[in-house]
């Protein structure tokens, strides 16, 4: 599967945006995705995950509150709304898939397909 991201821009603190990520084929509804982000100097972490049903959804503890991540298998995409944005929110968003399985998954190398990341910049 291939993965679109696309949705970043430059905000100010407290403002909105919302990230989308289009897979191609016709497997993505079997598929658990993630959004994940990565600061300069920093290590790629998990911000967001969904279950390939959408009943399960897993946050970041620094996020939860403010981001929902949301999928709609009729167009193969998956979305992160991201309100109430901070200046620590800067960094380069990638969304990843992963076959689901019997346990939900959040960690970054249990994942096995990555889009090309969108840049998410907040000023103060």
């Known amino acids: 599967v291939q993965l679109q991201a696309s949705g970043g821009g430059l905000v100010q603190a407290g403002g909105s945006l919302r990230l989308s990520c289009a897979a191609s084929?016709?497997?993505?509804?079997?598929?658990?995705m993630g959004w994940f982000r990565q600061a300069p100097g920093n290590e790629r972490e998990v911000v967001a995950a969904?279950?390939?049903?959408?009943?399960?959804?897993y946050y970041t503890d620094s996020v939860k509150g403010r981001f929902t991540i949301s999928r709609d298998d009729a167009k193969n995409t998956v979305y992160l709304q991201m309100n109430s944005l901070k200046p620590e929110d800067t960094a380069v968003y990638y969304c990843?898939?992963?076959?689901?399985?019997?346990?939900?998954?959040?960690?970054?190398?249990?994942?096995?397909?990555w889009g090309q990341g969108t840049l998410v910049t907040v000023s103060s």
């Open positions: 969904i279950r390939k049903s959408g009943t399960s959804t």
């Open positions: 084929g016709r497997t993505f509804s079997t598929y658990d």
């Open positions: 990843a898939g992963r076959s689901s399985g019997l346990f939900f998954r959040t960690s970054s190398n249990e994942y096995d397909y």
